[in-house]
């Protein structure tokens, strides 16, 4: 992949989808889920909601390069295209499922986790736009993330703020007062605040028990990653010369605010060959 240039189209992670939503995408694939290999099961690296953000915002961009993959590709799987959202919203849900089944509160932390994911939500949407006036970050996503209402927006914001912020690291993280900490924080409390509300009963969060979460969410982050790399595969092929695709499908793997932070303060930027020692390490497992 080649590195974004300054004129590239800036990445726009998505806010996920609501779960009864993504629920119904994993219902939908199950059984693929289910027939996969166990063998072949991918070691999960990254952050899956920072992973599903970034993937859904993607989707779009790669769709609208169908008809050129067609003409240029004819040998790659359509269906990596096509299915890339609906894989992306099974693997959100897999992985709330994987977090109800791990967390051990029973509801009643509700009211502080709110508290601490609005407080949150408010600062780094703050730091967002201030970046998004400076053109470091996408404005058209800063502002439907500004839109949200209600608490399970509040949920999903969060997560789509961690991925718009943590994509834009390299270019940014000497021009915002946001921390690393708070990125990863913000996916954390998104996560939280879901699984909070689902125990509460509020409509439309809903998060039904999984027999063995831990085994299907690593299914569906398999599938996610294959798909996704594909399309990443196809993107670079068919941009190169334009040199934007990073831009129009950035790595899963993104840049770790606090692991790159005195590497990026040090050389002005995440390389593309750290990023694709992390892929490798992925690929190996």
């Known amino acids: 992949m080649t590195d974004l240039e300054p004129t590239a189209p800036l990445p726009a992670p998505a806010r996920p989808t609501p779960p009864e939503t993504a629920a119904q995408a994993l219902a939908q694939l199950a059984e693929r889920l289910a027939a996969l290999p166990s063998g072949g099961l991918r070691r999960i690296t990254t952050d899956i909601p920072r992973a599903v953000s970034i993937a859904l915002g993607a989707a779009g961009r790669i769709a609208e390069l169908r008809e050129e993959i067609i003409e240029q590709l004819p040998k790659l799987d359509l269906a990596h295209v096509d299915e890339l959202p609906t894989i992306a919203m099974a693997t959100w849900y897999a ?20 508290e601490r994911a609005v407080e949150l939500r408010r600062t780094l949407l703050g730091d967002a736009d201030a970046l998004a006036r400076r053109g470091l970050v996408s404005a058209g996503r800063v502002a439907e993330i500004r839109e949200g209402r209600g608490h399970l927006d509040t949920a999903n914001d969060l997560v789509a703020l961690s991925a718009l912020l943590e994509e834009a690291w390299p270019r940014v993280h000497d021009k915002t ?13 998104g996560t939280r605040l879901l699984v909070a509300l689902s125990r509460r009963g509020e409509p439309g969060a809903t998060i039904s028990p999984a027999a063995d979460a ?14 996704y790399d594909q399309c990443r595969r196809a993107v670079g092929y068919l941009r ?29 930027g995440a390389s593309a060959a750290s990023e694709e020692v992390e892929r490798a390490s992925v690929e190996a497992g």
């Open 240 to 268: 190169w010369a334009e040199r934007d695709a990073n831009a129009i499908a950035p790595s899963l793997f993104a840049h770790r605010t606090r692991a790159t932070r005195p590497k990026a303060a040090a050389g002005g």
């Open 177 to 189: 007062a946001a921390t690393g900490e708070e990125i990863e924080e913000a996916a954390e409390q």
């Open 95 to 114: 992985h709330l499922q994987w977090v109800a089944s791990t967390d051990e509160s029973d509801g009643s932390e509700l009211e502080a986790i709110l």
């Open 214 to 227: 831990a085994d299907l969410r690593r299914r569906a982050f398999t599938a996610l990653h294959r798909a």
